[in-house]
Nanobody, 122 residues
Framework: QVQLVESGGGLVQPGGSLRLSCAASGRTFSMHAMAWFRQVPGKEREFVAAISRTGGSTYSTDSVKGRFTISRDNAKNTVYLLMNSLKPEDTAVYYC???????????????WGQGIQVTVSS
């Protein structure tokens, strides 16, 4: 069983930065690939980025490449999403998720955080 809690969201101006954190409980954090998804009202949950169990491989959707960086610290049971050059279209509720392999499909992840709001607006 893995419990996930996101933090670090909020309101930021366009061009600004935020770092999301997702703290995991339990002893199996390093056995899970981790990912970030986001969702806006009326739309499906969208893949943002994923990272392998060791952190050696990362993946991200094209719209955030070069701006967002996913990383993890297995000693701290935490995964991060550093978001730079934020745009209004990045506004969404961001969710972290844990699964067996880093994939882009939300159905492949068995554990989810409660979500945290990120708003990019002037």
């Amino acid at each position: 069983q893995v419990q996930l809690v996101e933090s670090g969201g909020g309101l930021v101006q366009p061009g600004g930065s935020l770092r999301l954190s997702c703290a995991a409980s339990g002893r199996t954090f390093s056995m899970h690939a981790m990912a970030w998804f986001r969702q806006v009202p009326g739309k499906e949950r969208e893949f943002v980025a994923a990272i392998s169990r060791t952190g050696g491989s990362t993946y991200s959707t094209d719209s955030v490449k070069g701006r967002f960086t996913i990383s993890r610290d297995n000693a701290k049971n935490t995964v991060y999403l550093l978001m730079n050059s934020l745009k209004p279209e990045d506004t969404a509720v961001y969710y972290c998720a844990a699964g067996l392999y880093p994939q882009t499909t939300p159905q492949r992840y068995g554990y989810w955080g409660q979500g945290i709001q990120v708003t990019v607006s002037s």
